[in-house]
Every structure is written in structure tokens, then in C-alpha cells.
């Protein structure tokens, strides 16, 4: 149904996209869009400190040292797959490049520091592992091609399955280099989605073929809140559009009407997250309300270099508003899959700020690889899982330098993550839950040490190394892979749900067919889909996905990668 306004809950990237696409494509006039939200930036966050310290998510936890800079989290591009954020980006101007569209900053740059990994792989005796053979056999071959075979019609097969129960009679799987990679390039684990898994492998199977040197990864110039959010924020706001921060939409009004199935949002109940005063928001019939189900970096805390990240026990704020909905309708989806499960969902991040680059020296000396070239994933050497196998301690990014504009020439920002963050470290010996940021910089260097050549191992120069550190900032993020937690199809809503006369979802919990989450694609796609159908433009006008699964010359390839 054509509207002429929109309300949207949430100010991610998905919902700035689709506020971009109804001024450019449905001609609206940006006075005709209010955005709320917590924040302004979503998962695509960055910046000093103090950018965040009196953020909704840490405002109970205060933080004793606000030096030095964080970024929760951090996405790979990809060009060939994510065709629609390009496209977005191609609609606004860069804020750090004049004269540049932020795509073109981005492709700029990325061409002139094309991503190029000689370390994927580290293991403590081993150094640098040769990540190139992907160890499979060939029960591992059998499994991995009938995933990558199944055509799409046959995906709900896969409901409710995990990857850990696909592999079931194949636990050698999880012994592969090709596992290692895999699983901390996207953040996946044993007991994620298999129906994930299957829209990874086609989406991204030429990526299958180069997964060990990463080699169709590309960056952006900045952090991506610098470089993607904040040219987004700047354009929408010349276009007279409206941010409504630090609110929280809490409940829903909707249309009574002898029709049980229709859902018409009539009102929005909002809460001011500093004052706790309670407004109603009416929505009229003309408006449309788009809405961003859930987020990763709900219920996220941050600690600092002497204090680990307290744990947020709150179900997350847009899932919270979702699962109302979710109450009073039957087809949208099933917020609990995803964010009543931590054991699956959880992960702690790490920033990581240096007044010199030692560190950073250090670190291009033992991959032998320079800054920006690198996601570096430490193997344990002794069974940690489960099932008495070996698998991943922890991951690291070593951005190109500066990683944020107002840098210091002289500073270094790196971040590192702990997808399973009740292991326990082996340097320092509690759960990487409740390390202090100075105990994870151990705990890395450490990690380092192992599998440093020489001569002068790392670990000499850990006093060195520890009093550079302007900062550490662990963040616990008990819903970043929540995405991938297993389900059903019908476990989330629909961009369009059936019988919805003015409600939308977008972002990584909404269901589109083909779209693998966990990415500014999916996002995007989901905010530009969103906007067509409110402002009436054709959805044939969708910038089209390319299908490598089914390019018989891509397939080929990843069957000869299969065997290697």
C-alpha cells in the first residue's frame, strides 16, 4: 500500500538505506521520515570512547579509563556479492574524500590496498599453517557438495537443523582447515544454522576457492561507521530528514478490525531512555512504520583496560518490541529462536589502542604481512571443544593505519574477538568473559608468542608491549551471532509480511529469499525492498543479485578446491 510518510524504529544501516532509496526512487520529500532509536549508527559503530559513554548499553557501567577508541564489531565487503550496498553507496557523497561518492572512496582505496592474507592460520610449533589444502576426505567431499547442490526449494529441509547435526556422522569436519577458516571469517559455530550455512556456500562459493588468502575481501578507508554510516547520516540530514535519539520504541498500537489477520500499526508507545517519560506517537494512514526487528549489539556492555564487560542479562530492545508483535500475530517469525539462546549467540570483542607501534611491528614481524591484509586466527594446540577436538582460541584484525580520522599518526587501533567466550585463555586462566582488557592483551601476546620465529620472541618485550597500551576495550555481546542461531524459515518475519497494510521489517532478521545474513547486503537489500513497496516503485527496479551457485565456471573451480 503507497504511502507518503514513514516512521522508522531503529537507525541502522538497513533503515537509512530505505530512507535513501524513498527520497531518490519514490521522490519523498526527507521531512516526511523520522528515525528512533537508542543511537544513530546500529552495528556499524566506531569511534573514540567517549563517543559512547553515555550510550543506553553502558549507562549503568561506567567506564575508569575513557582513552583510546571501540568499534563492537567489524564486516568484511565483498563487491561481487554485495551488489545493493554498492549501489547505496554510489547515492551519497564520501565525508572523508571530496568529490568521491563512498562507494567510490571505498573502491578507491581498496584497489590501491587490495587484501592479500599470508596468515590465516596460526598454531603454536606450526607458525603460519598452510591454510591453501583444506583438509577434507571424503565423507567431509559428500556432505559439502549435497549442501552446495541443494537447490533452493528444497532449503526447508534444513529447518531446525544444525551444522553440528548435518555433519553428525562427520565430526572430522570440524578438524579441517577449511572449518577454521570459515567459522571465524563469518562467526559461525557447530550449533548455527545449516540452512545458514547452504546460503553462505552459494552466495559466496567462489569464496570458497580463495577463503585462505581472503583475497575478495575489500575494506573500506576508515572504520565503517566513518566511512558508510556517517555519510549516510549526513546526507539524510541535508535532506531535512529527522533523528529522534535515545528513544525507545516499547509497544505497538494496532487497528482492531473483523479481519484477524490484518496488521495495521495505529501508535507507537516511545520512552525516553534518559527520562523514562512515556509518549504515543499516532500513525496515520498514510504512514508507513519500517521497522528493524532485532540487532546484534543489543544488550552489549563494555568494560575497560582494568575492568572486563559486565554481562546484560535484558533481552534485547528491538527484539523485545518484536515479540510483541509476535503476540499479537501468528506469521511473524520467532524472536526467542535467536535471542534466548546466548549459549549460541554470545561473543566478546576487543579494542585495542597503542601510543606507538610496537605492537603493530611486533605483529607484522611474526605474519609477515603488513597492517590491513589480515584476519589472524590462533589454533589451539590441545583438544578444547566438546567433542575433545582442537579449534580456534581467538581471532584478530589488524586494520590498515589510521583506522579512525582524528588517529594520531604515532597510534595503532587493532581489534580481536573470542567467538566461544567461556573458554578459558591459556595465558591468562579464567574465561575470556571475564578478562579486563589489559588480560586480554596478555592473553594475545601470549597467543603470539607461540607462534613467533624469532629471535627476540614477543614475550620479552610484553612489559614494553603492556605499557604502550593507551587502552583495551572488551565488549560482551551476548546476541553477535544470534543471526545465525538455528531455526525455521518461518522463524522470521518476511520484509512484506502477508496481510500487513503498513509495517515492515528489515535487517538481519528478516527473511528474504536467497539473502545471506550477517552482511550490509542483506541489509541494504532489506531497506531498499521496503521503501519500493511503501513509495509504489516497481520491485523489478531492485538491483539484481548475481547467482555464482549457479555459474558453471565458479562451480568448477570449487569442485577442484574441494579436492586440494
Do not use: C
Request: aromatic share 10%; no cysteine.
Amino acid at each position: 500500500m503507497v504511502k507518503s510518510k514513514a516512521i522508522m524504529i531503529g537507525a541502522g544501516l538497513s533503515n537509512m538505506a530505505a530512507a535513501v532509496y524513498l527520497i531518490q526512487d519514490g521522490h519523498w520529500d526527507g521531512k516526511d521520515i523520522t528515525f528512533y532509536g537508542v543511537d544513530m549508527h546500529g552495528a556499524n559503530d566506531g569511534g573514540s570512547t567517549t563517543d559512547f559513554s553515555n550510550e543506553y548499553w553502558n549507562k549503568n557501567h561506567p567506564m575508569e579509563n575513557t582513552t583510546g577508541y571501540v568499534a563492537r564489531g567489524g564486516r568484511m565487503l565483498n563487491y561481487r556479492t554485495y551488489v545493493d550496498l554498492m549501489d547505496l553507496l554510489d547515492r551519497i557523497p564520501s565525508v572523508t574524500e571530496p568529490g568521491m561518492t563512498a562507494a567510490e572512496d571505498t573502491r578507491d582505496f581498496d584497489a590501491k590496498h587490495r587484501t592479500f592474507d599470508k596468515a590465516r592460520l596460526l598454531q603454536g610449533g606450526k607458525g603460519i599453517i598452510n591454510a591453501s589444502k583444506m583438509g577434507f576426505n571424503n565423507k567431509d567431499r559428500a556432505l559439502m557438495t549435497k549442501l552446495i547442490m541443494m537447490p533452493d526449494s528444497e532449503e526447508e529441509k534444513l529447518d531446525n537443523v544444525t551444522i553440528a547435526e548435518y555433519f553428525a556422522d562427520d565430526p572430522h569436519m570440524f578438524q579441517t582447515n577449511f572449518w577454521y577458516m570459515w567459522e571465524t571469517t563469518f562467526a559461525f559455530r557447530t550449533q548455527s544454522s545449516a540452512q545458514e550455512l547452504r546460503r553462505y556456500m552459494h552466495q559466496m562459493i567462489y569464496e570458497f576457492t580463495q577463503i585462505e588468502h581472503l583475497v575478495g575481501v575489500n575494506r573500506t578507508r576508515y572504520n565503517q561507521f566513518e566511512s558508510m554510516i556517517e555519510p549516510l547520516i549526513k546526507y539524510l540530514q541535508g535532506q531535512n530528514v529527522t533523528f529522534i535519539s535515545n528513544k525507545i520504541v516499547e509497544d505497538w498500537k494496532f487497528k482492531d478490525t473483523a479481519m484477524q489477520d490484518e496488521i495495521t500499526v495505529t501508535g507507537l508507545v516511545v520512552k525516553d531512555v534518559d527520562t523514562d517519560e512515556v509518549e504515543n506517537v499516532e500513525v496515520d494512514d498514510d504512514t508507513g512504520v519500517i521497522f528493524t526487528n532485532g540487532s546484534i549489539t543489543d544488550s552489549a556492555t563494555m568494560g575497560d583496560y582494568n575492568t572486563p564487560a559486565p554481562e546484560n542479562m535484558e533481552y534485547g530492545v528491538s527484539a523485545s518490541l518484536w515479540k510483541k508483535a509476535t503476540e499479537r500475530f501468528y506469521n511473524l517469525g520467532t524472536p526467542d529462536k535467536f535471542f534466548d539462546d546466548r549459549n549460541a549467540s554470545e561473543w566478546v570483542s576487543f579494542t585495542l589502542t597503542t601510543k606507538d607501534h610496537l605492537f603493530l611491528n611486533e605483529i607484522v614481524r611474526i605474519t609477515t604481512q603488513e597492517p590491513g591484509n589480515a584476519l589472524n586466527s590462533f589454533l589451539s594446540t590441545t583438544p578444547i571443544t566438546p567433542l575433545n577436538q582442537k579449534d580456534i582460541n581467538m581471532s584478530i584484525v589488524v586494520h590498515h593505519q589510521p583506522h579512525f580520522t582524528t588517529q594520531n599518526p604515532n597510534e595503532t587501533v587493532l581489534w580481536g574477538y573470542f567467538l566461544y567466550p567461556r573458554r578459558k585463555g591459556e595465558f591468562i586462566h579464567k574465561p575470556y568473559i571475564e578478562m579486563t582488557g589489559k588480560e586480554m592483551a596478555q592473553e594475545l601476546i601470549g597467543q603470539l608468542s607461540k607462534v613467533d620465529p624469532g629471535p627476540g620472541n614477543i614475550k620479552d618485550k610484553e612489559k614494553e608491549i603492556l605499557d604502550s597500551i593507551i587502552n583495551n576495550i572488551p565488549v560482551y555481546m551476548p546476541y553477535a551471532s544470534a543471526l545465525f542461531n538455528n531455526r525455521a524459515k518461518s522463524d522470521r518475519p518476511e520484509v512484506l509480511p502477508k496481510h500487513s497494510t503498513n509495517l515492515a521489517f528489515t535487517g538481519e532478521f528478516a527473511e528474504q529469499p536467497y539473502q545471506m545474513i550477517f552482511t550490509e547486503q542483506s541489509a541494504v537489500r532489506s531497506g531498499e525492498i521496503a521503501a519500493y513497496h511503501f513509495a509504489g516503485v516497481p520491485m523489478d527496479n531492485l538491483v539484481k543479485t548475481p547467482r555464482y551457485d549457479k555459474d558453471p565456471k565458479t562451480l568448477l573451480k570449487a569442485t577442484k578446491k574441494l579436492f586440494e
